[in-house]
């Protein structure tokens, strides 16, 4: 006996699940399709992204502006994507420097940017979990049914929805998207016909750090932020981008997309197996079907 | 168990400090500084100047920091004290800090303060996992510890069941869920309900399986077996998750009338924010045994009113009440002056430990008329009740349980207060600690499920629907 209400409120768990999940990880796939770089520091520009908006975005657009609902929905996630742009150009030279090494050099070098980036947070922001939700409790909850469902979470989905959009603009109807795929399909023969790929693996990198940033900044209203996030960050990252497939555009949805649809299955079902669940599935997909469920495209 | 049973027992242990000539107090509203031991010699060496040497270990990144550092400023606050009142004898206190993360880990920081640092005596740990890991290398190692919390039953039940070196402040991890559960059942009337609906949401792993435990068969002994049902039981891991939506929603598909909580720490800020939300505290009593424990400024600033606050038994800064109990009120005042901020349960413990350690080396001192040595301290500390912020607090000497302290719990209701700018515990209800844990010299054994004495104790001893407190 299930309500119509909890299946809609269920279905829109999933999507707003997906969506934090694949910002995270469509910038983890940009980076790896491109340089194949396992980039272990990801999670982190996610988290910076959250930590800016809580510990500066929010604050500025109040003090300039007041606590009016539009402006502290689109400021503050800008301001963060800015921020991990800025941070992400910053470590960009490390990136030309991994790129062609070893595995164990690239995941050495990325692990320790991510530990290194958790240190800054404590250092700038503290130890106590941060939190900016005046967008999150301004926007309120709608009906539906006997249940309510918070506002703010479907300009996520709206927002994620927009980016997936223009992304693939971006990726598949202009040059340096054209570029960027080529890059990712063989970086030589695309140097060799005399394309500037110091700059597409600039601008790759760039733009995964914009959406981390963008993403951490549209998802830390709903949450909070800690130390450790990161981290934690990069394991759920990793299965979705095993679910999905390492590399892939398509990837990265279907893999938020299944690993949301995993978890709500089992914390309605059997809760107790709700992490056990997930893994179990990337274990076999790993086992099976290693290319992913993306199937194997690169784009 | 009775009311009268509950003193006798507690008394009884009382008893053996007395034997080892020890400060003696009684739990309640006397104190008897008495000493059973020979007079005090006439002539008193002297007491060495140099410098006394404490380590402190705790939580300084991560999702316990908002734990590790309250414990750490309680700690430094009550030596900064004892310092400008002139030390210990004479003799100042100096401090040296680890950091505590994972159990191999903190023992090996804890190494470090004991073989490299040569501290005097240890003030630390906040996890469960951590003490039963380093609990057995403070035996080894010989050093007198306070462990502040890692309040898990095994540590004094089966992992160090005969310490000599180590102390446990904050009480014993089944006291949080028991307390919690008699919190709610008084203060929601549950005794009053034909039937109760409970819903469980608790970390994954022992801090969080204890408190599921120790809740549930309080709400079975006390309202009785078929009025509980349990309609929902779901274990996040610790800190791995920030999105509770999901668990959010099958919390209220399962239309619970209480929700049982021992989320904790950035846990329980995303999972209430997320829960406004979705509108569930408008549906169901959220009962908490620790939310409001840590750092309240941070872990509840706009917490809904009307919900139980736990405090994991231990304490809130607004109680005891301030006009009627100056030890609190002058360590509230002291601590906000020197860390701009308020006191809260890990705070406590760690100031608490600190004065312990000043009160028996000063007492053995009063005996032996010398500076004494580290099984006089510890037969001092045995069987001691000294007055904290919290209340009268009492190290018990003898088995289960040895070298725990046991202090009343406490138990409210939030309400947003204006005044401090977070949600603070209204409505206190004290617990009396006698009676919502295993007596000296009770001679059960650990239930299997659960693991710990104090579940077998209540469902071999508790009457069922009766209140025990």
Known sequence: ?299 | MSGKTGRRDFLKGLVGGLVAGAVVGVAGTELYRGIAAPPPPAVKEPVPTTPIKAGIQAYLTGGGAIWGKPMMQGAVLAIEEINERGGILGRKIEYVVKPETSPEETVREYRTLVLDEKIDFYVGLISSSNTPAVGPVAEELQKLSFFVDGCTDFLFESVVPDPRFCFRITNIQSADGISAALGAIKLLNLMEKDKVRIAHIHPDYAYGRNAHAHMQITFEKVLGKDRVEVVYEAFPGLFKVTDFTPYITEIIASKPDILASSLWGADVVNFYKQALGYGLFDKMKFVSCIAHAASPAEAVKDFPDGHIAGVHANYFFLYPEWDKYPINKAFVENYYKRWGTYPDSPAEGAYVAVYMYKTAVEKAYEVLGKWPEVDDIIKMLEGMTIYGPAGPIHIRARKPNKHQCYKDGIVGLSKYDPRYGFSVLTNPVVIPISRITVPEGWEGTPDPKAGTLAYSWIRETWKEGVLPV
Request: charged fraction near 10%; charge should be neutral.
């Open chain 1, 1 to 299: 006996m299930i309500e119509l209400g909890e299946v809609v409120v269920r279905i829109y768990n999933i999507f707003f699940g997906t969506s934090v999940l694949f910002l995270i990880a469509v910038g983890l796939n940009l980076i790896y399709g491109v340089m194949r770089i396992v980039n272990l520091t990801h999670p982190a520009f996610f988290t910076l992204g959250c930590y800016t908006v809580a510990g500066l975005g929010v604050g500025i657009v109040i003090s300039l502006l007041g606590t009016s609902l539009t402006p502290l929905l689109i400021i503050p996630p800008l301001i963060a994507a800015l921020i991990v742009v800025i941070a992400s150009l910053i470590v960009f030279p490390l990136f030309i420097y991994m790129s062609g090494k070893g595995d164990e050099v690239q995941l050495l070098v990325t692990y320790g940017l991510l530990l290194i980036f958790e240190d800054v947070f404590r250092l700038i922001w503290g130890v106590e979990p941060l939190r900016a939700s005046q967008a999150y409790e301004m926007a309120g909850s709608l009906i539906v049914g006997e249940y309510l469902i918070p506002v703010y979470n479907i300009y996520v989905i709206l927002s994620a929805l927009i980016l997936v959009l223009l992304l693939w603009l971006l990726l598949f109807k202009t040059k340096i998207g054209i570029l960027i795929r080529a890059s990712s399909m063989d970086i030589e023969m695309t140097a060799a016909l005399g394309a500037d790929v110091k700059k597409v693996l600039l601008v790759t990198v760039l733009l995964a750090g914009f959406l981390a940033g963008l993403g951490g900044g549209l998802y830390l209203p709903s949450a909070s932020v800690m130390l450790g996030m990161s981290v934690e960050l990069l394991v759920l990252a990793f299965v979705v981008v095993v679910i999905g497939g390492l590399g892939s555009f398509l990837g990265s949805f279907v893999g938020s997309f299944i690993v949301s649809v995993l978890r709500t299955i089992t914390l309605m079902l059997f809760p107790e197996l709700e992490l056990a669940l997930i893994y179990i599935v990337a274990i076999l997909i790993l086992t099976f079907k290693p290319e992913g469920l993306g199937g194997g495209r690169k784009w």
